[in-house]
């Protein structure tokens, strides 16, 4: 079974810095899917960024990319130039790529503040 | 993007009454549906798959006799916490996704249940 983990309960950003948010995982896989997802206090769950593992570089969406490293299986979030709206819980996720459908195996989650 | 409509957001009840959370996939066809239960400061945790015209399989730990699932067309899906207690109390959310592994999963806004 594949396992996510946010070491990181509780990470704070001053407005317009930088800030990384960590995940690793554990699979026996090769092919699968690695998400961020945000839930803001509305706990609406919105997909920040997606990265395919059989893809090297790295996913980019504005000020959000990440770093995938597949041998090390590691998947942090960079949030650059942080805005107050970027306050929310941030989890991980992991998707297999083998069957159609599957499921979404989240990490513990990592709550970020962002200082004004 | 993929729309899921989830009702309804909010429910209060009495100790004892069923509740009903419809998840409608409204611009995509959800061949599979996941129902997620989540409690204050934690992650999702997954409670059961739907597939389209399928019984349901539930995750372990789940009472499939208290949470009926029932997904009985490509954009329908339903949970209903029957005999409903406080310790039913929770934040619960619905994702479909359209039966291709390379598609990500659609989340509706989620259902707060407090019963009293």
């Known amino acids: 079974a594949q396992t996510v983990t946010q070491s990181q309960p509780e990470m704070s950003v001053q407005e317009a810095e930088t800030v990384t948010l960590s995940c690793t995982y554990d699979?026996?896989?090769?092919?699968?899917?690695l998400f961020w997802y945000k839930q803001p206090p509305s706990r609406q769950m919105i997909l920040v960024i997606r990265?395919?593992?059989?893809?090297?570089q790295n996913a980019t969406e504005n000020r959000f990319s990440v770093n995938f490293q597949k041998a090390a299986k590691s998947f942090s979030l960079k949030i650059s130039d942080s805005q107050l709206g970027d306050a929310a819980m941030y989890f991980c996720?992991?998707?297999?790529?083998?069957?159609?459908?599957?499921?979404?195996?989240f990490g513990g989650g990592t709550r970020l503040m962002v200082k004004p | 993007g993929a729309v899921v409509s989830q009702h309804p957001s909010w429910v209060i009840c009495k100790s004892g009454t069923s509740v009903k959370i419809e998840c409608r996939s409204l611009d995509f066809q959800a061949t599979t549906m996941f129902w997620y239960r989540q409690f204050p400061k934690q992650s999702l945790m997954l409670m059961a798959t739907?597939?389209?015209?399928?019984?349901?399989?539930?995750e372990q730990g789940v009472e499939k006799d208290k949470f009926l699932i029932n997904h009985a067309s490509l954009t329908l899906s339903t949970l209903t916490v029957t005999s409903a207690h406080p310790e039913d109390s929770s934040f619960y959310i619905c994702s479909g996704s359209g039966g291709y592994s390379n598609q990500p999963q659609h989340f509706g806004d989620g259902t707060r249940l407090s019963i009293l």
């Open positions: 996720a992991y998707r297999s790529a083998n069957n159609a459908g599957n499921m979404l195996t």
């Open positions: 990265q395919e593992a059989y893809k090297q």
């Open positions: 699979t026996s896989e090769s092919d699968y899917y």
């Open positions: 739907s597939n389209e015209g399928s019984k349901a399989t539930y």
